[in-house]
């Protein structure tokens, strides 16, 4: 081609490389655009990523390193971790086992041995306690807490505040005068006015045979008289608990002489802590020199009195106010302390098979 044709296609050839320039620019522009965005959108995105893995991961780096081996329990695991401790206190279900377990072990009286709801029914005592000694456990209740009269079941408490006095030897000779009358009910006695028996002996007859006239004339020796006597059995009363018993006299011959099956129960055990009060009231008979002559006695109750029972200590009580009444502290297999408080029966009898049917069922039950 000419030079000079050269020349003219020269302005063209410098239009479309300007054009081609100009046309590549806009597309590079635009990738290193896109090149940043894609480079800035990773960059991001695994900054956050790292972050929630740092986050994640930041209690388990605290709290072991990175080649221990894995908390996670399974199901049977997880259960036995938490059962693990044994010296704190045991779940409530468990006290409740340990409960029905230590009952299980309790003392009682049992059906086959005829303690049933049928025999309990044929009891002829309108209130009745009985309770293991040794472990405090009530074996039966029937009208436990009723409140009423005690009779001569009284004398126990007259014997345990004159031995607690001492205030007089006990073989001086006290003398029956007519202040030791019955003027309440008018009871005879064998012990005349002017009869006299030794302190000892007054005690023995009042215990075993519930003498009037020997626990009237005690109060009577008492310092202060009568009152101050009659006082201080009310402040005994206090001592042992028996929060419903009164005395309004040595004999129990008034009905306001009162206390309940439960708390007799406490006046027999705090009896039994008397070495006399044990001998004179088990004791079968005796003979007294009264001064006016020889005089036998034997005990009022019979089935002490003929070897029915065996009992450490012992007292019946009768007005036609309370009926015939009897307490006793059996000992079962001559060698385990059972009280047995009964009160209100119709008859002497009635209470006499009371004992006997109680007497049975404890022997029975109980080893």
Known sequence: MPFASRLRLLPSLLALIVAALAAGAVPASAHAAAHRSVAERPHHATATKKKRVAHKTKPAHRSMPADAPSTKLSGPKRRTKRAKPRHGPPPAPQHAVHASAK??????????????????????????????????????????????????????????????????????RLSVTAADLDTLKFTHSRLGVGASLTRANMLHVALMSSENRAASALSRDYPGGQPAFIAAMNAKARRLGMKHTHFVNATGLSPQNVSTARELASLVRAADGYPLIRRYSIDHEERMATGQGQLQYVNSNRLVRYGQVRASVQKTGFINESGHNMVMRMMVHGRRPVIVTMLGSATPEGSRLDGVRIAHWLSCSLR
């Open 103 to 172: 009952n299980a072990h309790a003392p009682r009286l049992l059906a086959r041995c005829g303690f049933t709801p049928a025999s309990r029914k044929q009891l002829f005592s309108h209130a009745v306690y009985v309770v293991d000694e040794n472990t405090h456990t009530p074996l039966y209740a029937r009208h436990a807490d009723t409140v009423a009269p005690i009779a001569s079941v009284s004398k126990l408490m007259t014997a345990i505040v004159w031995l607690d006095s001492a205030h007089a030897p006990l073989q001086q």
